[in-house]
């Protein structure tokens, strides 16, 4: 199984930005899918996430401005992100919960540098 993430970039400040997240494998049910970010010198950190049912949860700093959404059909997560912030300069990873022929497991996708200029 792979999670291949793109669409990070540089990008002014209130600018906006996509980024999206394709699983491809052996896969037989995905679970949840979601956006981590780890600026430097932090933890990382959820951003946002989407279960299969297309419930979603969002972290306190990005609600209202970033926007997770799911193609289960392509088995693919994108994160629209609007009003960007310096702050939200990260690199920012894909991340899943699937089934393949065994138990759930959770797979990480590269990263993809965000960088927010002020």
């Known amino acids: 199984v792979q999670l291949q993430a793109s669409g990070g970039g540089l990008v002014q400040a209130g600018g906006s930005l996509r980024l999206s997240c394709a699983a491809s494998?052996?896969?037989?049910?995905?679970?949840?899918m979601g956006w981590y970010r780890q600026a430097p010198g932090k933890e990382r950190e959820l951003v946002a996430a989407i279960i299969s049912g297309g419930s979603t949860r969002y972290a306190d700093s990005v609600t209202g401005r970033f926007t997770i959404s799911r193609d289960n059909a392509q088995n693919t997560v994108y994160l629209q992100m609007n009003s960007l912030k310096p702050e939200d300069t990260a690199v920012y990873y894909c991340n899943s919960d699937l089934w393949t022929t065994g138990p759930l497991y959770d797979y990480w996708g590269q990263g993809t540098q965000v960088t927010v200029s002020s």
């Open positions: 494998g052996s896969i037989f049910s995905i679970n949840d």
